[in-house]
């Protein structure tokens, strides 16, 4: 059944940004996580609380509320809380479970409903692309800053480039 695949496949996706981020973050140091490279622009440590925080609005009660949630408050999410890396992984883990039993709790009629996204009518399939596209887009960022950080200490993550295979 393709609705059943569709959801499969996406939480695989999902799973895939996450482990890629988690390699990522996993080669910085506790301070390179709220390191900013410039003014005006994003810490690691800023960009996981934003996903975060992202995701425990979007994705609780997922089919039944608007998944902008009247008490997020999207402006603290760009300033660096401070948390430690434990602080920061464990939420990090939590909202990625909330988005994979989502996800799993699912069912084929489901995909066929509509939700609210800021007050927008949007179908369940369009939210969920919507999301893997905007996670995707602060993993990238994620992999790119910690590259940054690591510098000559980078394990490559995916294909390594043909200059750097060994």
């Known amino acids: 059944m393709f609705e059943q695949r569709y959801v499969t496949e996406v939480r695989s996706i999902f799973q895939e940004q996450k482990q890629l981020a988690e390699s990522a973050l996993n080669q910085v140091s506790d ?3 709220h390191r900013v490279l410039a003014p005006d622009t994003l810490s690691l440590a800023v960009i996981v609380q934003h996903i975060s ?44 479970q909330l988005l994979d039993d989502v996800l799993a709790s699912l069912t084929p ?48 993550l995916t294909i390594p480039l043909p200059h750097q295979r060994k």
């Open 109 to 156: 009629e489901d995909l066929g409903k509509a939700v609210f996204i800021r007050g927008e009518e949007k179908s369940v399939i369009w939210a969920i692309e919507k999301q893997v596209s905007h996670y995707s887009y602060h993993v990238g960022q994620i992999v790119y800053l910690a590259k940054v950080f690591a510098g000559e200490n980078w394990n490559v």
């Open 31 to 33: 301070d390179d996580l």
């Open 53 to 96: 925080n992202n995701m425990l609005s979007r994705w609780t009660d997922f089919l039944t509320t608007d998944g902008e949630k009247p008490d997020r408050n999207r402006d603290a999410e760009f300033e660096d809380q401070q948390l430690s890396r434990t602080e920061l992984m464990a939420t990090w883990d939590e909202r990625w």
